[in-house]
């Protein structure tokens, strides 16, 4: 029996795929089973609702979206040439602008001397802690980076969720909340160019 295994080992190979694939169908049923067995549905999975932001950029803006709170949208413009980072709060359920908020990124990003502007923006869910009694900021850091330089500085929306639901216009400076250098190489030209 065994010479014959030998000379064929196809065989053995199909035979022993056949019984991983039978042993995985069966720890497959026999969890489904014991989570019907304890009253569970199959639905009861653990499940993690997803969060898309979106960003986008070209010569000489970039934008990006991400949410302030449950009902609320940003949308995030910057202007390489004047440095502004402007964000509209959008509501989800009105449609409607409710409030602009503002920074001028040149501060913090100067263009390098002889080269053009470039920056490249990003949102990312964040849970901020309440400062000092106030409110925590929206639920979006933004980042901004020089990509010529590396440099980088993060910014939060100082939204009122409380301003928000009294249907108040809110309008602030973006908060400046830490900065730093992606690249700490430096870049030099080829020779000759």
């Given at each position: 029996?065994?010479?014959?295994?030998?000379?064929?080992?196809?065989?053995?190979?199909?035979?022993?795929?056949?019984?991983?694939?039978?042993?995985?169908?069966?720890?497959?049923?026999?969890?489904?089973?014991?989570?019907?067995?304890?009253?569970?549905?199959?639905?009861?999975?653990?499940?993690?609702?997803?969060?898309?932001?979106?960003?986008?950029?070209?010569?000489?803006?970039?934008?990006?979206?991400?949410?302030?709170?449950?009902d609320m949208e940003?949308?995030?413009?910057?202007?390489?040439?004047?440095?502004?980072?402007?964000?509209?709060?959008?509501?989800?359920?009105?449609?409607?602008?409710?409030?602009?908020?503002?920074?001028?990124?040149?501060?913090?990003?100067?263009?390098?001397?002889?080269?053009?502007?470039?920056?490249?923006?990003?949102?990312?869910?964040?849970s901020f802690q309440?400062?000092?009694?106030?409110?925590?900021?929206?639920?979006?850091?933004?980042?901004?980076?020089?990509?010529?330089?590396?440099?980088?500085?993060?910014?939060?929306?100082?939204?009122s969720r409380v301003?928000?639901?009294?249907?108040?216009?809110?309008?602030?400076?973006?908060?400046?909340?830490?900065?730093?250098?992606?690249?700490?190489?430096?870049?030099?030209?080829?020779?000759?160019?």
């Amino acid at each position: 029996m065994w010479n014959e295994l030998r000379e064929r080992p196809g065989l053995v190979f199909g035979g022993g795929l056949v019984a991983g694939l039978a042993l995985g169908a069966a720890a497959v049923v026999g969890c489904l089973a014991t989570m019907l067995w304890q009253g569970e549905a199959p639905s009861s999975v653990a499940f993690t609702p997803l969060h898309a932001d979106s960003s986008s950029n070209s010569d000489n803006f970039a934008v990006a979206t991400g949410p302030l709170d449950e009902d609320m949208e940003m949308y995030a413009t910057l202007d390489f040439v004047s440095g502004d980072l402007t964000v509209w709060a959008l509501g989800k359920i009105t449609a409607k602008l409710s409030g602009k908020f503002t920074a001028n990124v040149l501060a913090g990003l100067p263009p390098e001397k002889g080269k053009k502007a470039h920056y490249l923006m990003v949102t990312g869910l964040a849970s901020f802690q309440a400062q000092a009694g106030g409110q925590p900021p929206g639920k979006s850091a933004i980042y901004v980076l020089d990509s010529n330089s590396g440099k980088f500085v993060i910014y939060a929306v100082p939204w009122s969720r409380v301003a928000a639901a009294n249907g108040q216009n809110q309008g602030f400076p973006l908060i400046p909340l830490d900065s730093g250098k992606a690249q700490n190489v430096a870049i030099r030209p080829k020779a000759g160019s």
